[in-house]
């Protein structure tokens, strides 16, 4: 609750964390504020503090290192941590504050009345793969709220349809970066955080 206000959060995974599949360095001063008695180590699934980074440019042939590197990249005083199990454990958190977590509740309508968001619609459960209902056929219902969050990571087909309806597109047209995330299995620990860029992919 905030004060008196109930809160809902609508989770489309069967568990909160569930659609959180990376790893991330994650700056710790969201939790240090969230949680000042908890120590580093209470937090979920932290691998490791970063204390070095490294970033290097590469060729066919060579590794070009970037000194200082570019500042998106530069990660010392991050913790190394599964954003999955970081999900779960603010979900965890949240249900001891008293929020709700609906899961396997998936939003997909907003609900608008005079030009105000009053909550969002759940679809339906229960349909086979033509839409046709099955024998645990479950409606969809309204969840309506003085305030509705959209918290849908990359803007997801809610926030499109608010910035459709309200017309928040801008003159800007929204810019995208493409990245590439693979894990290795190594002899033995990093000491440090390496990010990459150029070689394989083509410059244009």
């Known amino acids: 609750k905030l004060g008196e206000v109930p809160v809902a959060v609508i989770e489309k995974g069967k568990v909160p964390g569930a659609h959180l599949l990376s790893g991330a360095n994650v700056d710790p001063s969201a939790l240090e504020r969230l949680f000042p008695d908890m120590d580093p180590g209470e937090w979920p699934s932290v691998y490791q503090e970063v204390t070095k980074d490294a970033t290097y440019f590469l060729t066919s042939k060579a590794a070009i290192p970037l ?10 005083g991050t913790y190394t941590m599964s954003v999955s199990k970081l999900g779960r454990f603010l979900a965890d ?12 509740t998936a939003a997909t ?8 968001v009053k909550g969002v619609r759940s679809g339906d459960r229960g349909r086979g793969k033509e839409g046709e209902e099955l024998g645990n056929f479950e409606p969809g219902s309204d969840v309506v709220a003085k305030a509705t969050v959209l918290a849908e990571g990359t803007i997801g087909h809610l926030t499109y349809a608010a910035y459709d ?4 597109h801008g003159a800007d047209p929204m810019r995208w970066e493409l ?3 693979e894990v290795w299995e190594i002899s033995k620990p990093l000491d440090r955080v390496i990010h990459t860029m150029g070689w394989p992919l083509r410059k244009s």
């Open 93 to 104: 958190k949240a249900e001891e504050a008293g929020v709700y977590i609906l899961s396997e």
């Open 179 to 181: 990245g590439v995330k």
């Open 67 to 76: 000194k200082p590197p570019p500042p998106n990249f530069r990660k010392e």
């Open 165 to 168: 309806y309200f017309d928040m």
């Open 109 to 116: 309508k907003l609900l608008v009345e005079d030009r105000i």
